[in-house]
């Protein structure tokens, strides 16, 4: 058996392996380095929506709620992001209303004062001519007492409608659908506003269909819907002149309309007559003795019955109502 060996300087093998040693050094930083920037990556990829996150509810708390949440990912933040979205769109949608709703509140309370306050005042003032004497004076006692009855009859009407309104509102109100006439309804409509018409010289004209035809509604509250349309249109038109009811059967719906030669109405004041309280002419309207809520009741009538109440006015020609309803 025969050998070879092989000497090497013991000074290149330390050198050796101290480059070794120094290239694994080396390595082990680049790679520590490396480790840390990825993680680093990582992280602030994980915190940073997590910190919009915080950062938009310290927003929702402090009431802005006009920011958005960017959503860059679909994982669980991204769905958490798009969620925070829409609970703030919801929160600033439900504030609106808040607010809307406050400002009708307080301009309702306010109209309502006011109404409250003018035949209560009058009545009050009757009442305090009459004690002053004034009612052992047969000349001026019955004028003064038919004063006082007329407000006091306003007043009951405006209670009357406050009630109305209130329960049509809150829900109270229900419907109860039957299927009927509807040319016998207006028939007797009609007869019930002939004396109101009456006072005034005005023509209630009568267009139906011949023979009976049929829908579907609440008949007491369609009787008063279309009462206070026809009252409307008697108040405000002038005397002599003529409120025509028309009834055009189609194939699934009843088409009523019931128009006036009144004054008409501006365009501008067509999208507010269906608010509570809203008046074209305040004084006038006073004059004739409306409650301003008719119309309001009119409108949540009609939407109750499935429909959606429409008006047309020409000014200085007259304003036709129309709405459908459903065989």
């Given at each position: 058996m025969q050998f070879v060996r092989i000497s090497v300087e013991l000074t290149e093998v330390n050198r050796i392996m101290y480059e070794i040693r120094f290239k694994i050094v080396l390595v082990s930083i680049f790679v520590l380095v490396l480790v840390l920037i990825v993680v680093q990556f990582i992280s602030r990829r994980l915190t940073k929506p997590l910190t919009e996150i915080a950062d938009m509810v310290k927003e929702i708390k402090a009431g802005n709620l006009d920011q958005k949440l960017p959503v860059r990912t679909r994982d669980e933040i991204g769905r958490l992001a798009s969620l925070i979205n829409e609970m703030t769109d919801k929160l600033k949608a439900d504030i609106e209303q808040l607010k809307k709703l406050?400002?009708?509140?307080?301009?309702?309370?306010?109209?309502?004062?006011?109404?409250?306050?003018?035949?209560?005042?009058?009545l009050k003032g009757f009442l305090e001519t009459l004690l002053e004497g004034a009612i052992d004076d047969p000349a001026v006692n019955k004028k003064f007492i038919e004063k006082a009855y007329h407000h006091a009859n306003r007043l009951d009407h405006l209670l009357s409608d406050l009630i109305e309104i209130s329960r049509i509102e809150s829900g109270?109100?229900?419907?109860?659908?039957?299927?009927?006439?509807?040319?016998?309804?207006?028939?007797?409509?009609?007869?019930?506003?002939?004396?109101?018409?009456?006072?005034?010289?005005?023509?209630?004209?009568?267009?139906v269909p011949d023979g009976e035809v049929m829908v579907l509604g609440d008949k007491d509250r369609l009787m008063l819907?279309?009462?206070?349309?026809?009252?409307?249109?008697?108040?405000?038109?002038?005397?002599?002149?003529?409120i025509t009811v028309d009834v055009i059967d189609r194939e699934q719906f009843v088409t009523i309309s019931i128009s006036d030669n009144g004054p008409g109405i501006e365009p501008e004041h067509?999208?507010?007559?269906?608010?509570?309280?809203?008046?074209?002419?305040?004084?006038?309207s006073r004059d004739v003795g409306g409650t301003g809520l008719g119309l309001a009741i009119v409108k949540h009538i009609i939407e109750a019955h499935g429909g959606k109440i429409s008006v047309s006015s020409e000014v200085g020609k007259g304003t036709s109502f129309s709405f459908d309803l459903k065989k």
């Open positions: 406050e400002r009708v509140r307080s301009e309702f309370l306010g109209n309502v004062s006011h109404e409250l306050r003018t035949p209560i005042f009058s109270e109100m229900k419907m109860s659908f039957r299927y009927f006439d509807v040319v016998s309804f207006l028939q007797q409509a009609v007869q019930d506003s002939a004396d109101q018409c009456a006072a005034k010289n005005q023509r209630l004209v009568v267009h819907a279309v009462g206070n349309i026809i009252d409307n249109a008697s108040k405000y038109s002038p005397a002599e002149s003529a067509l999208p507010r007559i269906f608010e509570r309280f809203y008046r074209v002419d305040k004084n006038r």
